[in-house]
C-alpha cells in the first residue's frame, strides 16, 4: 500500500510516529542493524526522540554531559566542534585551496607558455586565438565534461567520499606537474584534459562531502568555506606568480603543493555517514557519527534521523511513499537497483529534482556570467598595448601590484558572507550581489571610455577591484556551491553536484576560449563592449533567482 504523494506532510517524518510507535520502531531498527556491539539501545531510543522533538531533551533522563551536549550545540562555533568534523573540513578547503591555486596560475601562466610553445614558429595572436584560448580552457571544459560526471560512479561504487577524493588529488598533482614539463603545446593540451579530469571530480565531491559531515546550523557556513577557500587558493596562486617573477613552469608546478597535502589529509577525516548509511553500513555510520559529533547522544540522534530521512525520499523513485517506510530498510534496496544512468534520468524527470536543477543552473551560471573570471584574465593580466596607442587602463598599475591586489581583494571580500549566509539566507545575498554588480558594470564599461589615462585608471581600478568584487564576494562567489550542494535530495545529491559543477565549469570554460576572440573582435573598446553585453544578463538572473532559488 502507497500513501497519497499530494498530501502535505511535515518535513521531519519522524512526526508522524506516536511516541510509542517510535520505541517500538527504533526497536526493531536496532536488532536488523546489529547495532549492540556499538551502541545502547536506551541510548539510540533517547536520541531518536530527541530527532522527533528537540524539546523531549527536557524530559528525558540524560547525563549532565549530554544534556549540555544537545542544549549548547546550536550555539556553538567552528571552533568547538570536534576535533575530526574540523579535519574534515580542513580537507574539504584544501581541495577548494587546490582549485583556486590552479585557477590563477593557468590565468598568471597563459603568457609564458605562449611565448615558448609558440606554433610552427608563429606567434598566437589573431588567427591562433581559438587555439590558445582552447588549451587555456581545456581543464575546465574537460572537467565540465569528463570530470564532474565521473564523479558519481566513484563515490557510488565501492570507493564512498574520501577514496574518490584522493583519486581526483593524484590527477590534480600528477598532471600540474605534467603541465610544468611540457615540450611543446600538444603535450600541454593533453595534460589539462587530463587535469581537468581531477579538477571536475574534486569539485564536485568535496562539498558533499563538507554538506554531509557538516551540523545543521553551520551548515552554510561550513559550505561558504569552498569559495573563501577558492579565493584563498587564487591569492596564493597570484602571490607565487610574484614570487617565481614569471617563471612559467615553476609557476605551474607550484599548484601541486595543496594536491599533495590534500593526499594526505583525506585519510585523518571520517568517512560521509550518510555515504555509509546508503551502503548499509549503520555500525560504521554511527562510528563515523561519533567522531563528527563528539557524544554518542547526538550521533545515535543523527543516525536514526538520517535513516528515516532517507528511508522517506523513496518516494522520489517510485512517486509515492511507501506506508511501511519505518519498518525496513526499502531505500538502500532502491538504491541498489538504480545505476548511474537511471538516477541522471531522474534527476530530470521527477518535479523536485527539477526545480533543484533549475535552481542549481541559475546559481551556477550566475557565477560565470558575471564575468569575474573574465575582469580577472582579461583585464588585470592583459599585458598588450591596444592598437590606438593607449595604454589598457590596468596595464598602468605595475603588475605584481595588480595582481596581488586582486587576489587579495576577492579573498578579503569574501569573509562577510561567512556571517551573513546563515542568517540572511542565500537568496537574499545572491540578489544584493547581482544588484551590485549590475551597476558596478555598467560603470566599468563607460570608464572604459575616457580618453584621460590617469581618470581612467582611478575609475577602472576602483570599480573593477572595489565595488565589484565586493559585490561578487559576498554572494555571486560563495552562494552557489554552497546553495547546490544542499538542494539536491539525499538520493541524488552526487549525480546533482555533478550537474552544478558542469554548468559552472562549461561557462567557465567558454569563457576562457571565446572572450579574447570576442575582445580583439569588438575593437579598441573590446572591454567595454564586453561589459554592455553582459551587463544585460544581470536582470535576468536577478528575476530568475527572485522566483526559482
Known amino acids: 500500500m502507497r500513501v497519497n504523494n499530494s498530501a502535505r506532510r511535515p518535513r521531519n517524518p519522524l512526526l508522524l510516529r506516536t511516541p510509542e510507535e517510535l520505541e517500538d520502531d527504533v526497536h526493531k531498527f536496532y536488532d536488523r542493524n546489529h547495532l549492540k556491539d556499538v551502541v545502547d539501545l536506551e541510548l539510540l531510543v533517547k536520541g531518536a526522540r530527541i530527532a522527533q522533538e528537540p524539546d523531549n531533551l527536557y524530559t528525558l533522563s540524560l547525563t549532565p554531559a549530554e544534556f ?37 596560475t593557468i590565468n598568471a601562466g597563459s603568457g609564458g607558455w605562449k611565448n615558448d610553445l609558440q606554433p610552427k614558429g608563429e606567434d598566437w595572436t589573431h588567427h591562433h586565438l581559438l587555439l590558445s584560448g582552447f588549451i587555456d580552457a581545456a581543464p575546465w571544459l574537460s572537467g565540465s565534461i569528463i570530470g564532474t560526471w565521473l564523479s558519481d560512479p566513484l563515490q557510488e561504487g565501492n570507493y564512498g567520499r574520501r577514496p574518490a577524493l584522493f583519486i581526483s588529488a593524484i590527477f590534480c598533482a600528477a598532471c600540474v606537474l605534467g603541465t610544468a614539463r611540457c615540450e611543446t603545446w600538444q603535450q600541454l593540451l593533453a595534460c589539462r584534459v587530463l587535469l581537468g579530469i581531477g579538477i571536475g571530480a574534486k569539485a564536485s565531491i568535496a562539498p558533499v562531502f563538507a554538506a554531509e559531515a557538516a551540523v545543521d546550523h553551520l551548515r552554510g557556513r561550513l559550505l561558504m568555506m569552498w569559495q573563501l577557500f577558492d ?29 599533495l597535502i590534500l593526499l594526505f589529509l583525506v585519510f585523518l577525516c571520517p568517512e560521509s555517514p550518510r555515504f555509509l548509511i546508503r551502503r548499509g553500513d549503520y555500525t560504521g555510520a554511527f562510528a563515523s557519527l561519533r567522531q563528527l559529533r563528539g557524544t554518542d547522544i547526538q550521533a545515535a540522534r543523527d543516525l536514526y534521523y538520517i535513516h528515516s530521512q532517507l528511508q522517506v525520499e523513496t518516494e522520489l523513485f517510485d512517486g509515492e511513499r511507501p506506508q511501511n517506510w519505518y519498518s525496513q530498510e526499502i531505500y538502500q534496496e532502491k538504491v541498489r537497483e538504480l545505476g548511474f544512468a537511471k538516477r541522471l534520468g531522474k534527476l530530470f524527470s521527477h518535479p523536485r529534482n527539477q526545480r533543484a536543477c533549475v535552481a542549481a543552473f541559475l546559481v551556477m551560471a550566475s557565477q560565470q556570467l558575471c564575468v569575474r573570471s573574465t575582469f580577472s584574465r582579461f583585464t588585470l593580466l592583459n599585458s598588450s598595448i591596444e592598437p590606438s596607442g593607449r595604454k589598457h587602463p590596468i596595464q598602468m598599475v605595475p603588475s605584481n601590484m595588480r595582481i596581488l591586489g586582486f587576489g587579495l581583494a576577492n579573498f578579503l571580500f569574501t569573509i562577510p558572507a561567512y556571517r551573513y549566509i546563515d542568517w540572511r539566507g542565500r537568496r537574499l545575498l545572491l540578489l544584493i550581489s547581482l544588484a551590485g554588480m549590475l551597476l558596478s558594470l555598467l560603470a566599468i564599461g563607460l570608464f572604459f571610455r575616457i580618453e584621460a589615462d590617469t581618470v581612467r585608471l582611478a575609475l577602472v581600478s576602483t570599480f573593477t577591484i572595489g565595488f565589484f568584487t565586493f559585490f561578487y564576494g559576498i554572494g555571486a562567489g560563495p552562494v552557489p556551491f554552497t546553495f547546490s550542494a544542499e538542494v539536491f535530495p539525499l538520493a541524488f545529491r552526487e549525480v546533482g553536484m555533478s550537474f552544478s559543477v558542469m554548468v559552472n565549469f562549461l561557462g567557465l570554460g567558454l569563457l576562457v576560449l571565446f572572450v579574447p576572440k570576442l575582445t580583439d573582435a569588438l575593437g579598441n573598446y573590446g572591454e567595454s563592449n564586453l561589459c554592455f553585453l553582459f551587463m544585460w544578463v544581470f536582470p535576468v538572473l536577478s528575476v530568475a533567482c527572485s522566483v526559482g532559488v
Open 68 to 104: 549540555k551536549a544537545i542544549k549548547d550545540e546550536k550555539e556553538s562555533g567552528f571552533w568547538q566542534q570536534s576535533k575530526d568534523l574540523k579535519v574534515t573540513i580542513l580537507t574539504t578547503a584544501c581541495a577548494a585551496i587546490t582549485q583556486g591555486w590552479q585557477q590563477s
Open 231 to 259: 579565493t584563498f587558493g587564487v591569492f596564493v596562486g597570484f602571490a607565487c606568480d610574484w614570487i617565481v617573477d614569471r617563471q612559467w613552469r615553476v609557476l605551474l608546478g607550484t599548484a601541486s603543493i595543496p594536491a
